[in-house]
């Protein structure tokens, strides 16, 4: 089985994140870098797809040299090979530019199934699945809680509320997975030592065919007009407890719209 698992770098969410004021787009350059998290749960099914069913699991990422990091930390889980789309043209990219060159990149690539986080930290839109499959006119099995290949069809749980559905498709198909579907494996040193020898292909934006003027900042379908630091904490607001504590806290609360 052909598995081509998508990967993309984040600045980490637990660190400072912050806008270039150069052009109002995510600094990645000074951030604290790493694997979007739910895509690391992506990374761990394909392995345990390729367990279950042999084949190769192949890493997809879009992003600047820097995401090269990211790529080594799926190659030392234990896929197989990797594919870096990189080209300064890509800067500021929206999501449908990106799903575009993700699909183009796909189109030269073998592959039964596309495994994939349900949503960026980075981001959060949660549409990248959903606009690959369109573009590679496949099925999307979204959300995935749980992951089964039988007989060249993909059955899927997805969580809802007071249970879940099944989901199923033939295959090639793309899906994508919450953080509910598996525990991501830790890379071992031997996986880390094996990452270095593993094949990572580069590819630009001619290679795939794609015009730079259409994908970039440039012709984004949204961009950040402006952004304003958060404002300094203030020194809030003191209660003198004399027997009415609670009832002042409540009108507080009240007075902003919590209860």
């Known amino acids: 089985m052909d598995i081509v698992v998508l990967v993309k770098q984040v600045p980490d969410s637990g660190s400072e994140r912050n806008l270039d004021p150069a052009d109002n787009t995510v600094a990645r350059g000074s951030a604290d870098n790493v694997v979007n998290e739910i895509d690391e749960y992506a990374i761990e099914e394909a392995l345990v797809l390729k367990e279950a069913h042999g084949g190769e699991v192949t890493v997809l990422t879009v992003g600047p040299d820097s995401a090269a990091d990211a790529i080594r930390k799926a190659l030392s889980m234990g896929a197989d090979r990797a594919v870096h789309v ?18 183009a990149a796909l189109q030269q690539m ?38 089964t290949v039988e007989g060249g069809v993909a059955r899927v749980e997805r969580q809802t509320d007071g249970g879940f559905w099944v989901l199923e498709a033939p295959l090639p198909a793309v899906v994508s ?15 880390i030592m094996a990452a270095k020898k593993k094949p990572v292909e580069k590819k630009s934006l001619a290679d795939l065919g794609i015009d730079p ?9 949204s961009q950040v007009v402006d952004f304003a630091g958060r404002p300094p904490k203030g020194a809030g607001v003191k209660v003198n407890d004399e027997g009415d504590g609670a009832a002042q806290l409540v009108d507080f609360l009240a007075a902003q719209k919590i209860v």
């Open 86 to 103: 990189v080209d300064d043209a890509i800067h500021g990219a929206c999501a449908p530019q990106t799903s575009a060159i993700l699909a």
């Open 110 to 147: 073998s592959f039964d199934i596309v495994l994939c986080g349900a949503e960026s930290t980075d981001g959060q839109l949660s549409v990248m699945p959903a606009l690959l499959a369109e573009r590679l006119g496949i099925p999307q099995l979204s959300g995935a809680r749980k992951l």
């Open 177 to 191: 997975t919450w953080d509910t579907i598996n525990e991501p494996r830790y890379p071992s040193f031997k996986g």
């Open 213 to 221: 003027s259409t994908v970039g900042l440039a012709t984004a379908t």
